[in-house]
């Protein structure tokens, strides 16, 4: 086996994941989703009838 002896099932599968996450790819940062999920803008774009 190449897995390390000292290694249970439950970290070799938490390994196996974090490995699998991190080869994901990501979504741009920085872009207008962040900027109004900052702002907190998002919230009211979904009721338009409470805008003033």
């Known amino acids: 086996m ?4 000292e290694e249970t099932p439950i970290q070799r599968a ?3 994941k974090q ?3 991190a080869a994901k790819p990501t979504p ?3 872009g207008k989703f962040q900027r109004e999920q900052a ?3 998002t919230a009211g774009k979904s ?5 003033k």
């Not at 009721?47 to 805008?51: A, L, N, Y």
């Open 19 to 21: 490995a699998a996450q």
């Open 47 to 51: 009721k338009p009838w409470m805008k």
């Open 39 to 41: 702002a907190g803008v």
């Open 2 to 5: 190449t897995d390390k002896p």
């Open 14 to 16: 938490l390994r196996i």
């Open 28 to 30: 741009p940062r920085g």
